[in-house]
Every structure is written in structure tokens, then in C-alpha cells.
């Protein structure tokens, strides 16, 4: 009991250590040229906004108190323009709390741009919020969770998008980071184990058939990834040399590993409660479990994607519908189409990986490893 405190203790330590390299590393990304802070916004000028409808165009001048930083208390003058686009967009009031970027040349302020309303305070007790009830919840295996949870993002953040925009090759680098999301996330919750290695070896399996079916039915499709949120943008704001449609085809597999993981880990552990409880299980026996295990959680997790990845694109549904669109026309419009390959190709690699993972824990739980190690 004491050796399971102290190592309990450990993980507890290391998960803070982490989040704390975690954050450092996230506020070293700041240039020093221009530093970001939050501000009040005291007086707000609309003359030079022309607006039509949802949207403006032109710019409002704002007065506002900065609130934090070697600035903290002078009342600086700053822009907010207008794009046209409302979902980028925001028109300021009186009283608002906002971001703004304060640009500096020699020691004075050269420029000042109001970013966005401020609202990672509240994203944080959100998240705090999402902590507690994990932790009150799951306890003890609640904390490795937000381990490989906070891990993760590390990883997404400073090694896939890094090297996604440093030109790497998005199949092979995607393939690498599912490799080592999928490690961190199994061992952390399994431990290193049959159960964990199990896991492991049917999520990546089931994963890497996918991506290959993925590739054909893109290409099939005449799909270029261009149906990814902001990647126009991307590629104009100077990165016209990146593959787009490796990268949107990289995103889909990414999008659908935490379903595979899930179930996966699902088939694993009830596989392994089922071993525990009846020693005598063979092999044949135990994987005909898994598979029956297989088929109850695939019914579910195929329609919990499809409505993931619909309720993303709810308004575009609605619009089909105001305008009396025909299934056909539907069918062939080019974000549809990117969805249904999205949808599919994940469905598919949920229903790889469930027989996959119950014929690697049925061989791994039945095994006598113990014999071959005496041979």
C-alpha cells in the first residue's frame, strides 16, 4: 500500500510538471516585438463602419485601458477591422474585455490592434470544471487520463503542427504521431500491459488500413483538401507549398483515432475482466467474447461519428433544405462529399479494429509466455 501512494504521488508530481512545461512552452511562442494582453474597452468609435446586414466592412476605433503588462493602466487607442466575414468578425461595445496586440519599434508602441474578446478565463473554469468531475469520477485513473489528455495536445501542438507547416510529409508524419497519441494514451491508462499492448496493436492496426482506403476513395472522389476549414487562408498567407490534400486526408485519420482508441480499449478491458473471472477460457472462446463485445459498441460508435461530424455541418444541412436541394446535388457538393468520406473511412476503422483487437487480446490473454520464455 505504501509503494502505491509513493507512486501515486510520483504521477501526480510528474502531471504538474507537465503542465507546467506545458504552459511555459505555450507562453514562449509570444514574439517580442508584439505582446498580446488583455484590455477594457472604454469609448468606442463607429464612424468609419459601414455595415450590411450580419456583416460590416471598415474599421471601429477603440479607446481602451490595458489591464495587464508593463502598459497596465495608460488608455491606448486601438483598431478593429472589419473583414466582411461574420464568423471572424467582432463589433466591440463599451465595457467589453478584449485581446489586443500591442506592436512595438525602438521602445514606443508603433501600433495596436484589437484582436478578440477575452475569454480564456472562462475557458479555464470550463476546463477546471471538466477536470473536477474527471478526477471526482474516474479518481486516480481520472488523473492519468488528463495526463494523456494534456499529452496529447502537447504532442498535436508541438510536433504535428510544427512539422505539418515545416513541409513534412503529412501521411508519414500523421503515421507518427497516431503511433506515439496512441502509446502515451493506452499505457497511461493500462499501464504496461496485455490489456495496453492489445489496444495499441488493434487501434494502429485498423488505423493504418483505413488510411489506405482513405487515399483511394480521395482520389476516386476528386477530393484536395480544400473543403478544410481555413485552409485557403493557410496557403495565401504564405505556405503555398503545402499538401493539402495529404493533410486533409492526415486530419481525417487523426479524427477518427480517438473513436478507435476508445473501442479498442473497450474490447481489451472486457476481455480481460472476462479471463479473470473464468481462467478456463480458450482462446477460440474468449476472441467469439470479444467479437460479441465488438458488434454491441460498433452499433453505437459508428452513429456517434456520423452525428459528430453532421452536427459540425448543421447549417449547411438546413440551407440544403431552404433551397429544395435534390439527394444528387447533395451527394456530389464537395463539403458533403468530404464528409461522407470523413464519416465512412472512420466507420470502417471502428469496425477494423474491434476484430483485430479481440483476436490480439484473445492470443495475448491465452498465450503461455512463461513456456516460450523456458524454450
Do not use: C
Request: aromatic letters at 10%; hydrophobic letters at 50%; zero cysteines.
Amino acid at each position: 500500500m505504501k509503494t502505491f501512494k509513493i507512486k501515486k504521488a510520483v504521477i501526480i508530481l510528474a502531471l504538474i510538471l507537465i503542465i507546467s512545461i506545458f504552459i511555459n512552452n505555450f507562453m514562449a511562442d509570444s514574439n517580442d516585438s508584439i505582446s498580446e494582453i488583455k484590455a477594457l474597452v472604454h469609448k468606442v468609435d463607429n464612424s468609419e463602419v459601414i455595415r450590411s446586414g450580419l456583416t460590416s466592412i471598415g474599421y471601429q476605433t477603440l479607446d481602451v485601458a490595458v489591464l495587464e503588462g508593463k502598459y497596465q493602466g495608460e488608455v491606448l487607442e486601438a483598431t478593429n477591422q472589419f473583414t466582411g466575414s461574420a464568423e471572424i468578425d467582432n463589433s466591440f461595445q463599451k465595457g467589453d474585455k478584449i485581446l489586443i496586440a500591442i506592436k512595438e519599434k525602438n521602445g514606443n508602441i508603433n501600433a495596436v490592434k484589437a484582436i478578440d474578446l477575452y475569454r480564456q478565463n472562462w475557458e479555464l473554469i470550463l476546463f477546471l470544471l471538466f477536470v473536477l468531475l474527471l478526477i471526482l469520477y474516474a479518481g486516480f485513473t481520472g488523473v492519468k487520463a488528463l495526463f494523456s489528455f494534456l499529452a496529447s495536445l502537447y504532442v498535436i501542438w508541438r510536433v504535428l503542427i510544427p512539422g505539418l507547416l515545416n513541409g513534412k510529409d503529412p501521411l508519414l508524419l500523421s503515421t507518427f504521431v497516431i503511433t506515439i497519441l496512441s502509446a502515451i494514451i493506452m499505457f497511461s491508462i493500462a499501464g504496461f500491459s496485455k490489456k495496453g499492448v492489445a489496444a495499441l496493436v488493434g487501434t494502429l492496426s485498423g488505423l493504418f488500413i483505413t488510411m489506405g482506403i482513405t487515399i483511394f476513395f480521395g482520389g476516386k472522389l476528386g477530393l484536395h483538401g480544400m473543403t478544410s476549414p481555413f485552409s485557403q487562408t493557410l496557403l495565401f498567407s504564405g505556405h503555398m507549398d503545402l499538401k493539402i490534400k495529404d493533410i486533409f486526408y492526415a486530419s481525417i485519420i487523426i479524427g477518427a483515432s480517438g473513436a478507435a482508441m476508445d473501442i479498442a480499449m473497450d474490447i481489451a478491458a472486457s476481455m480481460e475482466e472476462l479471463k479473470i473471472k473464468r481462467p478456463d477460457m480458450g482462446m477460440i472462446e474468449l476472441i467469439q467474447s470479444g467479437f460479441n463485445i465488438g458488434r454491441s459498441v460498433i452499433g453505437t460508435m459508428t452513429t456517434t461519428l456520423l452525428l459528430a461530424y453532421s452536427g459540425g455541418y448543421l447549417t449547411l444541412l438546413m440551407l440544403f433544405m431552404t433551397k429544395n436541394a435534390s439527394l444528387s446535388r447533395m451527394m456530389n457538393f464537395k463539403m458533403v462529399s468530404a464528409e461522407i468520406l470523413r464519416t465512412v473511412t472512420g466507420s470502417i476503422g471502428l469496425v477494423l479494429v474491434a476484430p483485430i483487437t479481440a483476436i490480439i487480446a484473445g492470443w495475448l490473454y491465452t498465450y503461455d509466455f512463461k513456456q516460450f520464455s523456458k524454450k
